[in-house]
């Protein structure tokens, strides 16, 4: 098992940034995807940013050129760094892993099996 807690979410004013750490702990995989997903209500859960063990990252459309993804494995930490954020942006932010090759499909929220409780971003106009 893989326990995912999230941090770093809050309020800002668009433009501003923000940045998502998410701490892994238990069972490690040699080879792996994590990622960040967003969901606001009514709405199915959307990729935002996957990094894998190689450290090839993707990125959704819709963040490209303002979100960045990075790991920290020392710390099993992974991090979102997210600027120039818009109104749009605001969701439930979740992180999430799998502990095997996720290639293309890494943006896909079916393939992860561990899940944090999400962290709550705010962006006002």
């Known amino acids: 098992q893989v326990q995912l807690v999230e941090s770093g979410g809050g309020s800002v004013q668009a433009g501003g940034s923000l940045r998502l750490s998410c701490g892994a702990s238990?069972?490690?995989?040699?080879?792996?995807?994590m990622g960040w997903f967003r969901q606001v209500p009514g709405k199915a859960r959307e990729g935002v940013a996957t990094?894998?063990?190689?450290?090839?990252?993707n990125y959704g459309d819709s963040v490209k050129g303002r979100f960045t993804i990075s790991q920290d494995n020392a710390k099993n930490t992974l991090y979102l760094q997210m600027n120039s954020l818009k109104p749009e942006d605001t969701a439930m932010y979740y992180c999430?892993?799998?502990?095997?090759?996720?290639?293309?499909?890494?943006?896909?929220?079916?393939?992860?099996?561990?899940w944090g409780q999400g962290t709550q971003v705010t962006v006002s106009s």
């Open positions: 999430a892993a799998v502990g095997s090759w996720c290639g293309v499909y890494s943006l896909v929220p079916s393939i992860y099996n561990y």
């Open positions: 238990g069972r490690t995989y040699s080879r792996y995807c």
């Open positions: 990094i894998d063990n190689y450290g090839r990252t």
